[in-house]
């Protein structure tokens, strides 16, 4: 402190008066930036913040969406640990995540190193493998729903043509969330974009003095490309998990009313949310699964992101 | 070449693994990734070549067991049909309203925060932004409920709001899209915006007049995410929008498709995907360089 003001005898008129040390060029950038990112945080209060906080008064209260919520403190939470159907969501929707997720990045890895070779067609390939992330959920998963049919789908034609049963996916329980899964990859592409952007970053001279040194390519995919690959598989797999827990869309058209058939075997988490607190009136139940979801978010992002230390290589100079 | 003999003797083993090695290194760069690529360019186009397909088959061919690869007649008048047994116009309509107020509030908002998260130096600015990116980990559906009710008591249920006015105070996903502005801004010298300054002119007039006019493709790339993330979107319409008339082409289709009494064949519900699909695809083959870059420079840090 003392040192400070020796060295900085300018900035002691601002100390004196007691402003946080800030010079006036100081304040007055602070009172623009702030006027510049304030429709950020209006949004942010009003639209984030506000409505965890009311999501976390309502999870305590018995409430239908009409009249005045009823406080009936941890009931909703204890209710949900005896609560057969959301264990069932909880499970498919670990489940679907759990395989779409890591899939997705394999088909993804595979694509970019593929679209990283030097051939002339590669912005043909991507175009095509990146559009279907680009269309609307709802069409792919119309016309999704009717390729794997049993009968009016091709699909199942390659199933049968390579001598495997005629599966009826999204009316056999055992079925439908590996359905789900392959629908799934249709937004690979897009993480195969951003993989080989992330490809083409890495340095030709690690290659080459790896070849020198007579690496196989095989042996240069492990010890070069995947650990530089590490940061970025590392975002989308933070990311892939978060929007996998929230999976919707696919379930709400397939499924019919009210969504998570066959046999509740596409009931997914936010599906049993929706079907509280829009279907069944009980927003109060709902308030506190949308509350268990928001930290079970956190807490895998968190997780994972910590993990990342054992894994994720950064390089180092 | 000069000592003959040991060359000589040598050449066929060298000149054959030379080959091998070549060969090796023709199949990887050249082969390989094409067997791949190939087969799976199929399956990523497959949906679309089914949809076309069966858009144009006539409704005694869609039962046909095992289903045609290709259409026999082709029925272009699926086209016109489709449009008649939905209200797609109205649908569209109601889509293109949502989707030009979204564009229009992010492109009003979203570069003024970047620009304040990149060329005005503030106290706690990185810190903050940092909090920026944390929102995109906040999983949307579980807001739903409480926004749900507060727009309710707002008396908005019903109608457009819910869905145009969080875009003006950057709701999610946002931040994507302000983090895609904000590296493009940082990247820009500051020579220009400092001598501005010292002439007088306001933080504003550097954002409209010196930042923007250089960064149409961060910008351009913004406005194509900010509209597909409206035309394509489900759960909020289907949140907020009760009457058929109100409704969106994605809750719309859906809610048609699903009720029986409509009886809406499969050949007309391909067709009216496909027109959904359609501006989308072409904005996409016009901008695919804007799309790519984007997505690039926003999925990597």
Known sequence: ?317 | MANAVPVERAQPAVRASARRQWLAKYARREIVPRLLLIPLCGFYLLPFYWMLVNALKTNEELSIYPPSWFPDEIAWSNFSRAVEVFPFWRFLGNTSLITVFTVIGVALTNPIVAYGFSRIEWPGRDTIFYLVLATVFIPYPALIVALFDIFAQLGWVNTFKPLIVPFFFCFIPSPFWIFLLRQFFLRIPHEISDAARLDGASELRILYQIIMPQSWPALSAVSLFAALHAWNDFLGPLLYLQDTSKYTLSIGLTFFQSQSRYDIQFNLLMAASALVILPVVLIFLSFQRAFVEGVTVSGIK
């Not at chain 1, 060029?25 to 950020?40: D, H, K, M, T, Y």
């Not at chain 1, 069932?88 to 394999?106: C, F, K, M, R, S």
């Not at chain 1, 009717?146 to 049968?160: A, C, E, K, S, W």
């Not at chain 1, 509280?276 to 895998?300: C, D, E, I, K, P």
């Open chain 1, 1 to 317: 402190m003392v040192a400070e003001t020796i060295v900085a005898p300018s900035r002691a008129p601002a100390k004196r008066r007691g402003h946080l040390r800030l010079s006036r060029r100081e304040r007055r950038n602070l009172a623009v930036g702030l006027l510049f990112i304030s429709p950020w945080l209006i949004g942010f209060l009003v639209f984030l913040v506000y409505p965890i906080v009311y999501t976390i008064r309502i999870s305590f209260t018995r409430y239908t969406g009409f009249g005045e919520p009823e406080w009936i403190g941890l009931d909703n939470y204890r209710n949900m640990l005896h609560d057969d159907l959301f264990w069932t969501a909880v499970y498919n929707t670990l489940y679907y995540t759990a395989l779409a997720v890591p899939i997705g990045a394999v088909v993804a890895m595979i694509l970019a190193l593929a679209m990283n070779q030097p051939l002339p067609e590669v912005p043909i390939y991507r175009a095509i493998i990146y559009i279907p992330s680009v269309i609307p959920l709802f069409t792919l998963t119309f016309v999704y729903q009717n390729l794997v049919h049993p009968t009016q789908g091709v699909f199942n034609r390659f199933l049968i043509w390579l001598g495997l049963p005629n599966i009826n996916w999204f009316g056999d329980p055992r079925y439908a969330k590996l359905a789900l899964v392959l629908l799934a990859q249709y937004g690979a592409g897009q993480v195969a974009v951003i993989f080989l952007a992330a490809l083409k970053g890495i340095p030709a001279s690690l290659y080459e003095a790896a070849s020198l040194d007579g690496a196989s390519a095989w042996r240069r995919f492990w010890g070069i490309t995947l650990p530089l690959m590490t940061p970025v598989i590392l975002y989308d797999l933070i990311l892939g998990v978060s929007l996998g827990l929230q999976i919707f869309t696919q379930v709400y058209i397939i499924s019919g009313d009210p969504p998570g058939g066959p046999a509740n075997s596409t009931l997914m988490y936010v599906v049993y949310l929706y079907n509280n607190a829009f279907r069944f009136g009980a927003m109060g139940y709902a308030a506190a699964l949308a509350w268990v979801l928001f930290v079970v978010t956190l807490v895998l992002a968190l997780l994972i992101f910590r993990s990342s230390r054992w894994w994720v290589h950064y390089e180092t100079t």
